[in-house]
């Protein structure tokens, strides 16, 4: 079992920047595969960027590829999610996922990006 704490959400002028971190519980986090999602208003929820047990390969959504990046601290069971260049497209709910070897996916509560002038 994991849970999952998003924080660092809140608002932005867009061109700004936001860090999204993410706290698991659990002794076996290291294992876990973990990315972001996000749910834009009246939108389904989708892929943003991903990252491997490890942290030796990431994976990017093409809409925030260049702009956005993953990064996880397995000793600290954190990972996080660097925001450049935000876009009013960019404003959802963004979501921390953990993904376990045997498939099991697990979530957090959200935290809210709003990009805005």
């Known amino acids: 079992q994991v849970q999952l704490v998003e924080s660092g959400g809140g608002l932005v002028q867009p061109g700004g920047s936001l860090r999204l971190s993410c706290a698991a519980s659990g002794r076996t986090f290291s294992s876990y595969a973990m990315g972001w999602f996000r749910q834009a208003p009246g939108k389904e929820r989708e892929f943003v960027a991903a990252?491997?047990?490890?942290?030796?390969?990431?994976y990017y959504a093409d809409s925030v590829k260049g702009r956005f990046t993953i990064s996880r601290d397995n000793a600290k069971n954190t990972v996080s999610l660097q925001m450049n260049s935000l876009k009013p497209e960019d404003t959802a709910v963004y979501y921390c996922?953990?993904?376990?070897?045997?498939?099991?996916?697990?979530w957090g509560q959200g935290t809210q990006v709003t990009v805005s002038s």
């Open positions: 996922n953990a993904q376990a070897p045997w498939g099991t996916n697990y």
């Open positions: 990252i491997s047990w490890s942290g030796g390969s990431t």
